[in-house]
């Protein structure tokens, strides 16, 4: 009798969602394919490799939608692109001080994305009417503060910039 409540309780219950390490959450917004590519991935590299390959394809998903003239999905995405990268250097920072090559690796990959993707995030932010601009702006600053952190963990140790501001 008390296997059957207990079967009943896990049918009926609705599946836990992943917990993340370092107690990060994927964003909201993610569809399961995303979800899954992501969390499957055990080892740091490839970890962080696919929450990035996600992030493009938001970016660009959110310039495609520019080009549509369908500014809140675009802002959406440009804000799912932010927590994805946001995520990325949380994962990033929470990796062990032994595994250090490790945490360089994965902060260069993030550096390096945000880079190759800073064109791609000012021209959506032009094409986005005021009052989305307006909104999405303290997302992409945030994007730049990760890319100059990531900088200075890499080439100085935390202490070549002050990255507070």
């Known amino acids: 009798m008390i296997w059957r409540s207990l079967i009943l309780l896990l049918l009926i219950l609705p599946p836990a969602q992943p917990i993340q390490p370092g107690g990060q959450d994927l964003p909201e917004d993610l569809n399961e394919s995303e979800i899954r590519s992501i969390t499957k991935e055990r080892n740091p590299k490839s970890h962080v490799d696919a929450t990035l390959k996600v992030s493009r394809q938001r970016i660009d998903l959110a310039y495609q939608m520019i080009g549509a003239e369908n500014f ?49 995030v000012d021209a959506i932010q032009r094409g986005l009417p005021f009052d989305y601009r307006e909104k999405t702006a303290s997302s992409v600053e945030e994007i730049k503060k990760i890319r100059l952190r990531a900088i200075n963990d890499l080439l100085g140790g935390g202490k070549a910039f002050d990255t507070d501001n």
């Open 72 to 120: 809140q999905a675009a802002a959406q995405n440009l804000d799912t692109y932010s927590a994805l990268i946001r995520y990325a250097d949380d994962y990033t920072r929470q990796i062990p001080g032994n595994r250090i090559k490790d945490r360089n690796s994965c902060l260069k990959k993030i550096e390096q994305s945000i880079f190759k993707n800073t064109r791609t």
